[in-house]
Nanobody
Framework: QLHLVESGGGLVQPGGSLRLSCEVS????????IGWFRQAPRKEREAVAC????????NYVESLKGRFTISRDNRKNTVYLEMNNVKAEDTGRYYC?????????????????????????WGQGTQVTVSS
């Protein structure tokens, strides 16, 4: 199974930047997918972006393209979410979630989804607060 630990959250001013990290353990290969999700107070959890560790395909929520960037360092088993030009509405708890991949290489490297129920493993989250 995947064990996920998020870090990097904190207080940031509007227009600033922040980089979140998701450390992945419990696997000996890069046959997995990581998604970033967030949940603002009194709102439902929503998708942000996802990345396929093997091959590097990425997917983003359309509204966040250009401001957020997801990347991975397979040597460190870590996935990052770079947040730029942050806004007050980016405030929330950010979670990384994982899905293991099996089968043929095309299956393993297929595009990731951003549906919550596709992810079996979740971290505890890291809080991001955007405020002046």
């Amino acid at each position: 199974q995947l064990h996920l630990v998020e870090s990097g959250g904190g207080l940031v001013q509007p227009g600033g930047s922040l980089r979140l990290s998701c450390e992945v353990s419990g696997v000996t290969s890069d046959y997995y997918v990581i998604g970033w999700f967030r949940q603002a107070p009194r709102k439902e959890r929503e998708a942000v972006a996802c990345i396929v560790a093997s091959g590097g395909l990425t997917n983003y929520v359309e509204s966040l393209k250009g401001r957020f960037t997801i990347s991975r360092d397979n040597r460190k088993n870590t996935v990052y979410l770079e947040m730029n030009n942050v806004k007050a509405e980016d405030t929330g708890r950010y979670y990384c979630a994982g899905e293991r991949r099996f089968g043929t290489l095309p299956t393993i490297q297929a595009m990731c989804t951003m549906r919550l129920f596709d992810y079996d493993y979740w971290g505890q989250g890291t809080q991001v607060t955007v405020s002046s």
